[in-house]
């Protein structure tokens, strides 16, 4: 059992305990499509009360099988608004805006008005800068906790990386995973790793073809590369490739530490031996290595129930919160803005 899934027992059991003790848990979650369903698996193992707005069509079905075999026990409440869902006698606890980052600074500013305490946001947060430091200044005009899902930083495997004293050299090596899609995860972790330090593009071009989304026409994203220097030394070099199927390889490297992750192959950790001191260039010597099984990223539910458990108080949650991971938009928009758009149909 690795320390991911340890830590998610541990929480479950606090959580469970402190639901017993707690008043009822309201849930608001706007938008019911791929990911909002998968959201939903996970608000349903935490919360009592449910509140879904979803307005494109017809969900009940969806949300009925998802309850089931969630065996939610609770009430759930679906309707066509924001507005609408606010005229319930409850108070909301969490809310969760999942739907497109298409006009989420316009639903953001609605939930912000609803005096939530916490907020859980999906990435890409908009569709341009301009819309992401709009959602900034709302947020800097509230006290709720507001968070961003970057889901790395809840990964173990970092957390070496994160508190070693010198600076990570990151590359990453990927098909169509979109810049807007999968990138901003990378970036976020670049930034995180480095301690939250400024960065900066240094170089970077996009592709000539467009990357399609499996979540409509209108919607799209991009390939290309960008190299990014920050404040403390580190480095990521992040190269998309739009016409290309493979998957993702990482290479991170901190001192004599390397991690290679490999999406097909699992995970790999080169670490010299501490008592190894010959010089630098006979590279690769000394060293041992041992590998994991798989590089796991916690499905959305189960991120969502990590976050709920966090508003609880049966754990801290490391997801950025909206003004870190806005550093790492704009490392985004820097790189597609050099296109010379400004304003991206990434979701």
């Known amino acids: 059992m690795g320390d991911f899934q340890k830590d998610q027992l541990v929480a479950d059991l606090i959580s469970r305990i402190l639901g017993s003790l707690c008043n009822v848990l309201n849930v608001l979650l706007i938008g019911a499509g791929r990911m909002g369903l998968r959201h939903l698996r996970g608000v349903a ?38 507005e609408k869902a606010a005229r319930g006698e409850n108070k909301f606890d969490a809310a969760i805006l999942s739907a497109t980052a298409e006009k989420r600074s316009e639903r953001f500013e609605k939930v912000v008005a ?10 890409p947060l908009e569709q341009s800068r301009e819309n992401v430091l709009k959602m900034q200044t709302l947020a800097n005009q509230t006290t709720s906790d507001i968070r961003c899902n970057n889901v790395f930083r809840e990964q173990s495997i970092f ?7 010198d600076s990570v050299q990151m590359t990453v090596n990927a ?19 480095s301690r939250e330090e400024s960065g900066q593009l240094v170089c970077g071009k996009l592709d000539h073809l467009a990357i399609s989304s499996g979540r409509g026409a209108q919607f799209g994203d991009f390939g ?35 991690t290679v992750i490999d999406y ?41 129930r990590l976050w709920l458990q966090n508003v609880k108080g049966a754990r801290r949650s490391k997801l950025p919160t909206l003004k870190e991971a806005v550093k790492g938009h704009e490392l985004l928009f820097d790189l597609l803005e050099t296109g010379g758009a400004k304003v991206f149909p990434i979701t």
């Open 175 to 193: 098909g169509a995973i979109g810049l807007g899609c999968g990138g901003i995860h990378w970036i976020d972790l670049a930034l995180f790793l």
């Open 224 to 258: 290309g590369y960008g190299l990014y220097e920050f404040g403390d030394g580190s480095t990521l070099y992040l190269r998309i490739g739009a016409e290309s199927s493979a998957s993702v390889v990482c290479v991170i490297t901190q001192g004599h530490r390397q």
């Open 114 to 123: 609803l005096d939530i305490a916490h907020i859980l946001v999906e990435k």
């Open 45 to 82: 193992k935490e919360a009592d009360e449910i509140s879904i707005v979803y307005h494109h069509r017809n969900i009940d079905k969806e949300v009925r099988q998802v309850l089931d075999d969630c065996d939610f026990g609770g009430t759930v409440n679906v309707v066509s608004s924001i």
């Open 159 to 165: 957390d070496d990386f994160r508190n070693g004293n």
């Open 264 to 304: 097909l192959g699992g995970v790999s950790v080169h670490q010299r031996d501490e008592n190894v001191d010959h010089p630098n260039y006979l590279y690769g010597q000394g060293y041992d290595t041992h590998h994991e099984s798989s590089f796991s990223i916690a499905d959305a539910s189960a991120q969502t």
